[in-house]
T-cell receptor, first 117, second 114 residues
Framework: AQKVTQAQTEISVVEKEDVTLDCVYETRDTTYYLFWYKQPPSGELVFLIRRNSFDEQNEISGRYSWNFQKSTSSFNFTITASQVVDSAVYFCALSEARTGGGNKLTFGTGTQLKVEL | DGGITQSPKYLFRKEGQNVTLSCEQNLNHDAMYWYRQDPGQGLRLIYYSQIVNDFQKGDIAEGYSVSREKKESFPLTVTSAQKNPTAFYLC?????????????FGPGTRLTVL
């Protein structure tokens, strides 16, 4: 069975600080996909990134960066120079890579990030 | 603009009543999903559909029912058999049914059963 663990329930930082959100996953599949979603107070989930299990390159997108390490089954998310608008709940998710078998996502419990002035 | 709409945003029902949550997408996506979110928890899959007139149970399907008569629509009925229906319900869609495609989410419906 697949499992995603986000051990950090809530993180508070002061604006301009860097912050890393941890994500550890479990799966027996050799091919799988990892995702990060952002849920602002409005409630709608916003897609941030997808990474497949064969691509361990780190990725940077503006102030966001992701560190994927298969050796530790982790897919951590770092926000550099955080801003108040980054305040949200962030979810890490895992899906299998089955053709025609559906695209079921297994979500972690989320990390509430609060960025204060 | 393409996207997913859910209505209403807030819904109140008396205990024992069935209630249907609407989900419509104009993204021409094949797959659609329903998730439930409880405070402090992640999203849990209720039902998903890969094609019209076909759907599968997710992890917590008991007390729920769905239909997929049109590609654009995937309504969810919360029946009186659902023991704890008060929650935030999110509908999503993805372009294909194979793993790896990102899911696009609607704004959600917050259901409160009194």
């Amino acid at each position: 069975a697949q499992k995603v663990t986000q051990a950090q329930t809530e993180i508070s930082v002061v604006e301009k600080e860097d912050v890393t959100l941890d994500c550890v996953y479990e799966t027996r599949d050799t091919t799988y996909y990892l995702f990060w979603y952002k849920q602002p107070p409005s409630g709608e989930l916003v897609f941030l990134i997808r990474r497949n299990s064969f691509d361990e390159q780190n990725e940077i997108s503006g102030r966001y960066s992701w560190n994927f390490q298969k050796s530790t089954s982790s897919f951590n998310f770092t926000i550099t120079a955080s801003q108040v608008v980054d305040s949200a709940v962030y979810f890490c998710a895992l899906s299998e890579a089955r053709t025609g078998g559906g695209n079921k996502l297994t979500f972690g419990t989320g990390t509430q990030l609060k960025v204060e002035l | 603009d393409g996207g997913i709409t859910q209505s209403p945003k807030y819904l109140f029902r008396k205990e024992g009543q069935n209630v249907t949550l609407s989900c419509e997408q104009n993204l021409n996506h094949d797959a659609m999903y329903w998730y439930r979110q409880d405070p402090g928890q992640g999203l849990r899959l209720i039902y998903y559909s890969q094609i019209v007139n076909d759907f599968q149970k997710g992890d917590i399907a008991e007390g729920y029912s769905v239909s997929r008569e049109k590609k654009e629509s995937f309504p969810l009925t919360v029946t009186s058999a659902q023991k704890n229906p008060t929650a935030f319900y999110l509908c999503a869609s993805s372009i294909r049914t194979s793993g790896g495609d990102e899911q696009f989410f609607g704004p959600g419906t917050r259901l409160t059963v009194l």
